[in-house]
């Protein structure tokens, strides 16, 4: 539901992640192309090392990822600087991720 994702991203990501045109790094990177791109590689944005080393280590991101991911990011990438609690909702990932996905227009997810 990209209505609900909307909420939901206004509520939780908003504040810290931009998205669509004009988005630029905030407190958190961009979501543009967000779908595809491996973690801790956005041109301009300050990673903590953690995340770096995730990106490094393989974590690209993408719907799983995200499931992963958001409800509890600090478990997911062990000293992130991010504070974010988490997502408890699996609905609320559900609705999120494709209202995040339509700003990665570019991203074809690869063969399973």
Known sequence: DMKAGEKIYKKYCFAC???GDKAR??????F????GRTAG??????????MRAAGENGVVWDE???RDYLPK???????TKMTFVGLKKPD?????????RQFSPDYV???Q
């Not at 543009?32 to 779908?35: A, E, G, R, T």
């Not at 590689?41 to 953690?50: I, L, M, N, Q, W």
């Not at 990011?73 to 000293?79: A, E, L, T």
């Open 41 to 50: 590689t956005v041109e301009g944005f300050k990673y903590s090392d953690a």
């Open 109 to 111: 997810p690869p063969e």
């Open 64 to 66: 799983q990822t995200l």
């Open 25 to 30: 790094n905030l407190v958190g990177p961009v």
């Open 17 to 19: 992640h931009k998205a």
């Open 32 to 35: 543009n192309d967000l779908f």
């Open 92 to 100: 609320d990932i559900e609705n999120l991720t494709p209202y995040l």
């Open 73 to 79: 990011p600090r478990d997911f990438v062990k000293d």
